[in-house]
């Protein structure tokens, strides 16, 4: 039985109010993870939830969805895997998996290469058929074919019993589509009867946290599947189904799925009290706040931060509906390495001297959005140092950055396209960004993206010579951060980048990555990661901005509002009602 380690929480406890798990990549408008409840609160079932969204979500498949929001918003409705994170303010329990789908928390043996899972009887999908071990062999099998089921968590191409391809060095297996390999898949993966068993070729001993963290190890029904035209379609297993199709720039509305049988669930995971839940998708930030402010909508909640200019608002009875949470999240830039103007190491190094991420956290909103980061790792994860390349001064120095570019014989003014998710504050940052970075010598073009940001950064023909990202642990350990956004041999592929979205290929940097993932304790782990993170901080891979927070508001009719570690600082819809 997987029992989640004192040691990690007690080192994660000790650095943050709450430290998020299934945090993964970050939305535009804010993402994060701590404890807020707020009344009124309520146990009774009914009423229509109403969620705002600015811009589209990108995946709803399960193998595919890769932000943390999304991800524990499809995990409290829709869909239900072998072990959950539960609903609670309490770090130690909102962070040990308990028993979803499966009998229990998993049984390891040859020191955490092998896992086994039962699943329970009588839980069926959304047309009233059974989930079998075979579904959840078949969801398994999705992840590898790297050319369709793309943007999501690729952790088990590395840990997978599979030989790797020496022509691609990717595994063997191709997926399911192709059958390349599927032999090598069926002896990693195997049932027998409800138990699955799968076979890794180094330990795993927080695989029930990754399980709990992410959809990567979900069951699919393999007649459902239709490749990529199946990455807007939802085929529940949870207490909600989708009525009708989701449209990707409107949204959708969740029902009650007349096959989910709450005997083979918990209200530790999902208390479903809505009777729908209706996802928004549209609404500026700007018009957001004007009606939840106004109480317009009072069974509203959102998945965006209150916008700066907004703050002075929010006082008196409009306050008690607020709620300001840490965050897993750190936001960052990426420099690409298939630029050719990026390849000169002095070009990425003056572009990260003259970054102001002083003026970039003054933009986001100051104190009540972030504080300046000194990695990529945020502080409440375990293996977090600061890094030396950027410890120095926060406000950018674009006199050293010039003399950088100088002494290199760069020619100069430098012109660089700068890529990110736009909105009217992301507007305001960039633009902060881009005033020290022009005294450099550098010449910005800024490119506000409004629609499926990631699909585009992760595309390997972008003309982006730097980018904007946003992540947090999967679970809380530095191997969640800097392999799977640095580690080019999962990530880059023919079809996408995966989350390297800079393509960093760094055969040093993986030797690195293989040392901590093969390390027999947890100290010799993360004297890894920590080398690895310097290594990173030498060769200018990333440049941090900021360690987030959330401010939201809600509507005055939503009950129980929450935000757990396992809901990453959004609100938790395991918890949430409304009254009807």
């Known amino acids: 039985m997987f029992k989640y380690r004192k040691r990690v929480f007690a ?48 995946h709803l498949d399960p193998q595919r969805v890769y932000v943390g929001r999304d991800i524990t918003n499809l995990s409290r409705t829709v869909y239900r895997t072998l072990v959950a994170f539960p609903i609670s303010n309490d770090p130690e329990v909102a962070n040990t ?56 968590p690729n952790y088990i191409l590395s840990y997978l019993d599979i030989p790797t391809d020496p022509k691609t060095g990717l595994p063997a297996y191709t997926g399911p589509y192709t059958g390349k390999g599927q032999d090598l898949f069926d002896k990693a993966v195997t049932c027998d009867g409800n138990t699955i068993t799968y076979h890794f070729n180094k330990p795993w001993p927080d695989f029930p946290l990754a ?74 930030p700007e018009n957001q706040y004007d009606r939840l402010i106004a109480d317009t909508d009072p069974n509203a909640i959102t998945g965006t931060s209150v916008p700066p200019a907004y703050y002075s608002q929010i006082e008196g009875p409009i306050a008690d509906r607020s709620v300001l949470v840490d965050s897993p999240y750190v936001y960052y830039l990426v420099p690409n390495f298939r630029s050719p103007v990026m390849k000169d190491p002095a070009v990425r190094q003056a572009l990260a001297v003259s970054t102001n991420s002083d003026a970039y956290n003054v933009a986001l909103g100051g104190d009540k959005a972030g504080s300046p980061a000194e990695s990529i790792v945020s ?43 736009t909105s009217e504050t992301a507007d305001k940052w960039a633009a902060a960004l881009k005033e020290t970075w ?34 947090g642990a999967d679970w809380p350990s530095a191997i969640t951060v800097t392999p799977p956004l640095f580690d080019s041999r999962p990530n880059l592929t023919a079809a996408s980048d995966g989350q390297d979205y800079g393509a960093y290929d760094s055969d040093e940097f993986n030797k690195l990555v293989d040392e901590a993932a093969n390390a027999s304790d947890l100290d010799a ?26 401010y939201m508001l809600h509507g005055s009719k939503v009950t129980n509002y929450t935000t757990t570690p396992a809901s990453n600082g959004y609100p938790d819809l395991g918890a949430i009602g409304v009254e009807s």
Not at 37 to 53: F, H, I, Q
Not at 253 to 280: C, G, H, M
Not at 458 to 465: E, F, G, I, R
Not at 531 to 547: C, F, K, N, R
């Open 11 to 58: 080192a994660t406890a000790a650095v943050a109010l709450a430290a998020g798990l299934a945090a993964c990549g970050g939305g535009s408008s804010g993402n994060g993870s701590g404890n807020g409840t707020s009344e009124p609160t309520s146990e009774a079932k009914g009423g229509d939830l109403l969620y705002y969204l600015y811009t589209p979500i990108e």
């Open 97 to 152: 998996p308990v028993a979803d789908l499966a009998t229990d928390t998993g049984t390891s043996t040859e020191g955490g290469k092998t896992w086994s899972f039962t699943v329970k009887d009588g839980v069926k999908w959304e047309d009233g058929q059974p989930v079998t071990c075979d579904d959840f062999k078949y969801g398994a099998s999705r992840a590898f074919a790297t050319d369709v089921i793309t943007g999501g």
């Open 211 to 284: 399980i709990a963290g992410l959809h990567m190890m979900d069951p699919y029904r393999q007649d459902k599947d239709q490749g990529d035209k199946s990455n807007y379609q939802i085929f529940s297993n949870g207490p909600y189904r989708l009525d009708g199709a989701w449209n990707k720039n409107k949204g959708g509305t969740l029902v009650r799925n007349e096959n989910y049988d709450e005997s083979t669930d918990s209200p530790e995971l999902r208390k479903a009290l809505p009777e729908t839940i209706e996802f928004q998708i549209g609404l500026t």
């Open 379 to 421: 502080p409440a994860v375990v293996g977090y140092q600061e890094n030396p390349a950027f410890s120095g001064s926060n406000s950018g120095d674009p006199e050293a950055a010039k003399k950088i570019l100088q002494d290199a014989g760069v020619s100069m003014p430098v012109k660089i396209k700068f890529t990110y998710p």
């Open 438 to 471: 022009d005294q450099a010598g550098f010449d910005v073009t800024l490119d506000g993206l409004g629609d499926t940001y990631y699909t585009v950064i992760q595309k390997p023909d972008k003309d982006s010579d730097v980018m904007w990202g946003g992540w």
């Open 525 to 550: 782990q993360t004297a890894a990661l920590q080398q690895a993170d310097e290594l990173l901080g030498q060769d200018v891979a990333y440049i941090p901005l900021s360690i987030t927070k959330f």
